[in-house]
């Protein structure tokens, strides 16, 4: 079974400062990995997601995550903190079916971000 | 989170009565996920369907939960008989096919 954890269930940042959101993963095939930013009483917004290709995975607002199989980390990165990035952020791993399609998401249990001015 | 539907966005409900949640995907998707994030939890799944089929509910409660997604219409998620434990909030994402689908802003289910 697949399984991700989330270093940190919460970061606190300064503004401008780098932002850090570590995660780990357990996989037994190539994974699938996405990060994703819940605000507060809102649904989960995708910020990015690996599938294989660049290891280096550019997404919105400035955020990046580098895929390490050597480490099974997906690590999420921001070189500059913006008081808008406070937030929670799950990390999420896909499982592959039978037919080689990947569907349903497992999350870790998220990482709240406080930024401070 | 445009496009994916939810409501109610709260449904308050006494034990034992039902509770019905209901989630309209984003148009062209057809493929429904539901999910269940628990106070200082990450979100579980629960069931994916597509039109008029359960595909995988290994996330469901044996008793009590049920999920619909008919030809027409939203998709449904059912519980009998809420128990305190049923308190959650319940998300559920659309999408063409693969797992980053478009998740709703959530139905938060408060038992009394």
């Known amino acids: 079974a697949q399984s991700v954890t989330q270093l940190g269930s919460h970061v606190s940042v300064s503004e401008g400062a780098l932002v850090l959101l570590r995660c780990n993963y357990s996989?037994?095939?190539?994974?699938?990995l996405f990060w994703y930013v819940q605000y507060p009483n809102q649904g989960l917004q995708l910020l990015l997601k690996?599938?294989?290709?660049?290891?280096l995975v550019k997404g919105i607002n400035g955020f990046e995550a580098e895929f390490k199989k050597s480490e099974t980390s997906f690590h999420l990165t921001k070189p500059s903190a913006h008081m808008s990035d406070a937030a929670e952020y799950f990390c999420a791993v896909s499982e592959v079916n039978s037919g080689g399609s990947n569907y349903k998401l497992t999350f870790g249990k998220g990482t709240l971000l406080t930024v401070n001015p | 989170n445009a496009g994916v539907m939810q409501n109610p966005r709260h449904l308050v409900r006494r034990r034992g009565q039902e509770a019905r949640l209901r989630c309209s995907p984003m148009k062209g998707h057809s493929h429904v996920y539901w999910y269940r994030q628990l106070p200082e939890e990450g979100l579980k799944f629960m069931v994916y369907l597509q039109k008029e089929n359960i595909i995988d509910e290994s996330g469901m409660p044996k008793e009590r939960f049920s999920a619909e997604f008919p030809k027409e219409g939203p998709s449904i998620l059912r519980i009998q008989q809420v128990v305190r434990g049923d308190s959650a909030a319940y998300f559920c994402?659309?999408?063409?096919?693969?797992?980053?689908?478009?998740f709703g802003d959530g139905t938060r289910l408060s038992i009394l």
């Open positions: 996989s037994s095939v190539p994974p699938y």
């Open positions: 690996y599938t294989s290709a660049a290891t």
């Open positions: 994402a659309s999408s063409k096919g693969g797992a980053a689908g478009i």
